[in-house]
């Protein structure tokens, strides 16, 4: 494990080298679900737990507003882009309809949604956020012409954050329990979603940003619910086969495409990191949700109607399913800066440096 003070202690020379190419004029286009999502789904007609644009989510955020985001405050995408010189993520596509927001980049991501098409009916599946991606490229062409719309599109980074409620949903409806049937449910994900890297690429992506999937089996939801309190190990043996299968699929698949380049982040690494020595990194809690009810406070969604805690830097989950600003921010930096122990084959500075 690296040193945690690494990340605590980024160097303000690295920031300024990495803003010193990309001069925060690298457009981040957003792809994923409620890890991701920024408000796409505050006007859907979806179950609440796919919302989270009420108290006491954002809490944190600037204005203490609820913006949509599954978080305290900031989720990563955000710290990414802060990283990059901009104030914070780009906006959602549900709100974007000025030329100058598409041109810093546009967050499609929807809460509860996957790789399959099936996953989290009514909100917007990865196929609909490519579509809306090709809109806005669309659009791009209109204001700009063909060429410069290609190049902004080919410089731009796109940040994928998808897969955990596919698992989520295959794990409820199963339990995980049949090895052969977990394999085969495997190379279907991985199959679909080596189909939408290939339609972004075909519509002129080139740089990846993919986040792995993490501790699944661990989130209060789940633990609240299992005898002892424990982690489901069939679902977090799921997620660790998923990203050694999709990881090898997408190394395969950049070595053929022309112009293709990536950062894959374990996430999973990552959050063993944090939940086996928390203190490290700053953490006290990793078992309880900071806002929530019933045992581990994971028995209700956060909303208005439960209590949070008041030390909510101090914990690695902020509601039954999702980590707290400060584990995203934790985690978007070892992404971000960390080139051999999280991220392969490169960091996202090292995506962003080559672009």
């Not at 914070?88 to 809460?111: D, K």
């Not at 409620?165 to 329990?177: K, V, W």
């Not at 939940?275 to 909303?303: M, R, Y």
């Amino acid at each position: 494990m690296g040193s945690p003070s690494s990340f605590f202690g980024i160097g303000i020379v690295s920031i300024l080298l990495v803003l010193t190419k990309a001069k925060a004029t690298v457009p981040i286009f957003v792809l994923g679900d409620s890890l991701a999502d920024n408000g796409n789904n505050n006007n859907l007609n979806v179950p609440l737990l796919d919302k989270s644009n009420f108290a006491h989510n954002g809490i944190d955020f600037p204005g203490r507003i609820a913006t949509g985001r599954f978080s305290n405050g900031f989720n990563g995408v955000d710290y990414i882009a802060r990283f990059l010189g901009f104030p914070i993520g780009p906006p959602p596509y549900s709100t974007t309809t000025e030329l100058n927001q598409m041109l810093r980049g546009v967050n499609f991501a929807s809460a509860g949604s996957g790789i399959q098409d099936y996953t989290g009916p009514g909100t917007i599946n990865m196929t609909t956020q490519i579509k809306n991606f090709q809109k806005v490229a669309q659009l791009l062409q209109q204001a700009l012409g063909q060429n410069r719309a290609e190049h902004i599109i080919a410089t731009s980074m796109f940040i994928i954050v998808t897969a955990n409620n596919d698992m989520f949903e295959y794990y409820f409806a199963t339990g995980a329990a049949n090895a052969a049937s977990n394999q085969q449910f495997i190379n279907n994900l991985v199959d679909r979603f080596i189909q939408h890297l290939m339609s972004l690429y075909n519509h002129g992506a080139r740089n990846f940003y993919i986040a792995g999937t993490g501790h699944l089996g661990c989130v209060p939801f789940l633990t609240s619910r299992n005898p002892g309190g424990t982690c489901i190990d069939a679902l977090n043996q799921l997620s660790m086969k998923y990203n050694t299968i999709a990881l090898a699929r997408v190394s395969q698949l950049s070595s053929r495409l022309q112009g293709m380049r990536y950062s894959y982040s374990n996430i999973y690494r990552m959050t063993s990191d944090i939940i086996e020595n928390p203190i490290l990194f700053g953490i006290t809690d990793v078992q309880n949700a900071c806002c929530g009810n019933g045992k581990f406070n994971g028995e209700v969604q956060c909303t208005t109607n439960v209590t949070y805690c008041h030390n909510r830097n101090d914990h690695f989950y902020w509601d039954w399913f999702h980590p707290t600003q400060a584990v995203y921010k934790i985690t978007s930096q070892m992404a971000f800066f960390d080139s051999l122990i999280y991220s392969t084959p490169i960091s996202i500075q090292q995506l962003v440096m080559g672009i």
